[in-house]
T-cell receptor, first 109, second 112 residues
Framework: GQNIDQPTEMTATEGAIVQINCTYQ??????LFWYQQHAGEAPTFLSY????GLEEKGRFSSFLSRSKGYSYLLLKELQMKDSASYLC??????????FGTGTKLQVIP | DSGVTQTPKHLITATGQRVTLRCSPR?????VYWYQQSLDQGLQFLIQ???????AKGNILERFSAQQFPDLHSELNLSSLELGDSALYFC???????????FGPGTRLTVL
């Protein structure tokens, strides 16, 4: 089975940087995803990591360490519209994708 | 717009009834995934199909079933509905190189 942990809530200031951590345990790691989800809307894809290291995409970066079962999503130059839930998801060798319960980020002025 | 379509957008029904949710993946995507998201809960993976065949199974109840048709659209059938089945049901599709999933807008099911 898979177990994913991420903080329930975080608050950060507009213009700042925030790091959302995700730890996981899985039998047969086959990729880690980060999604953004605004309330009542569908998740939207942010990043995918399958190898160790940092993937940068504009204001968003994602890091993976497979040996530590650890990932983080880094959001820079926070904007009010970044207030949303951020979901960490892990895929295993059987292609099953398990989502964490999400981190609700509130960006304040 | 992700390119994934789901119908209906909203569905209100009574306990004991049966409903069918429909999903059309993005053009060229062979994989379809179904998820359930209840209030205050994370996304629960239900089932995945790839090119018409079941590929992976998650926490899908025996009262639920799904299939993917030759034109690659998929249907999720929910029967003997209970109050606890009220949730958002998302469909997602992914390309042959599955490094992402594109989510549809979801179907909000309310069981009264």
């Amino acid at each position: 089975g898979q177990n994913i942990d991420q903080p329930t809530e975080m608050t950060a200031t507009e213009g700042a940087i925030v790091q959302i951590n995700c730890t996981y345990q899985t039998s047969g790691f086959n990729g880690l995803f980060w999604y953004q989800q605004h309330a009542g809307e569908a998740p939207t894809f942010l990043s995918y990591n399958v190898l160790d290291g940092l993937e940068e995409k504009g204001r968003f970066s994602s890091f993976l360490s497979r040996s530590k079962g650890y990932s983080y999503l880094l959001l820079k130059e926070l904007q009010m519209k970044d207030s949303a839930s951020y979901l960490c998801a892990v895929r295993d060798q059987s292609q099953k994708v398990t989502f964490g319960t999400g981190t609700k980020l509130q960006v304040i002025p | 717009d992700s390119g994934v379509t789901q119908t209906p957008k909203h569905l209100i029904t009574a306990t004991g009834q049966r409903v069918t949710l429909r999903c059309s993946p993005r053009s060229g995507d062979l994989s379809v995934y179904w998820y359930q998201q209840s209030l205050d809960q994370g996304l629960q993976f239900l089932i995945q199909y790839y090119n018409g065949e079941e590929r992976a199974k998650g926490n899908i109840l025996e009262r639920f079933s799904a299939q993917q048709f030759p034109d690659l659209h998929s249907e999720l059938n929910l029967s003997s509905l209970e109050l606890g089945d009220s949730a958002l049901y998302f469909c997602a599709s992914s390309p042959p190189r599955p490094d992402t999933q594109y989510f549809g807008p979801g179907t909000r099911l309310t069981v009264l």
